[in-house]
T-cell receptor, first 112, second 112 residues
């Protein structure tokens, strides 16, 4: 059974039209992460939550926002997507008591 | 901050041969080094990891070695099989940071 679920798996949005990607987890893990992965590149951390404590990476554009209403769900909001925001967006959780990060399957975002 | 360099970027080996991928890191305080396998259209999957207090770890056909003095670690895959074809990422976690810094990735192709 999938433990980190990302919906939708594929998302198409128009240039400048706000879009929200969602992640849910059945693991009850405290820490959740959002990564951006462009084609043929490594995942790049955008931000992470420790419970409701939000931690933004210094180079994450203001265009990217996040919400975590409860332990199970985390959302990535892109306020005004540009063509350069087309990428795979990965959600991950941190296994408690370890350093291991468990990744979801990702959402591939296309911007037209 | 931490910087991870990974080589080679592409690697092609004959089925049954061994494959070796190498990474170097810059922050001597980093203490956790995972390796992820990413298949096309999927999220990264942890295949093996090593802590800084261990020099080598093995799991069936996969092994990881760590040289803290030289600040490099390597992934070794023996008796390669076609299903080993994927992109492999190394990563390092600065101590206490709950974050991963990824290498650039290696596309491994196993030729039948």
């Amino acid at each position: 059974d999938a433990m980190v679920i990302q919906n939708p798996r594929y998302q198409v949005t128009q240039f400048g039209k706000p879009v929200t990607l969602s992640c849910s987890q059945t693991l009850n893990h405290n820490v959740m992460y959002w990564y951006q992965q462009k084609s043929s590149q490594a995942p790049k951390l955008l931000f992470h939550y420790y419970d409701k404590d939000f931690n933004n990476e210094a180079d994450t554009p203001d265009n990217f926002q996040s919400r975590r209403p409860n332990t199970s769900f985390c959302f990535l909001d892109i306020r005004s997507p540009g063509l350069g925001d087309a990428a795979m967006y990965l959600c991950a959780t941190l296994v408690p008591g370890s350093y291991e990060q468990y990744f979801g399957p990702g959402t591939r975002l296309t911007v037209t | 901050g931490e910087n991870v360099e990974q080589h080679p970027s592409t690697l092609s080996v004959q089925e049954g041969d061994s494959a070796v991928i190498k990474c170097t890191y810059s922050d001597s305080a980093s203490n956790y080094f995972p390796w992820y396998k990413q298949e096309l259209g999927k999220g990264p999957q942890l295949i093996i990891d090593i802590r800084s207090n261990v020099g080598e770890k093995k799991d069936q056909r996969i092994a990881v070695t760590l040289n803290k003095t030289a600040k490099h670690f390597s992934l070794h895959i023996t008796e390669t099989q076609p299903e080993d074809s994927a992109v492999y990422f190394c990563a390092a976690s600065p101590q206490g940071a709950q974050k991963l810094v990824f290498g650039q990735g290696t596309r491994l192709t196993i030729n039948p």
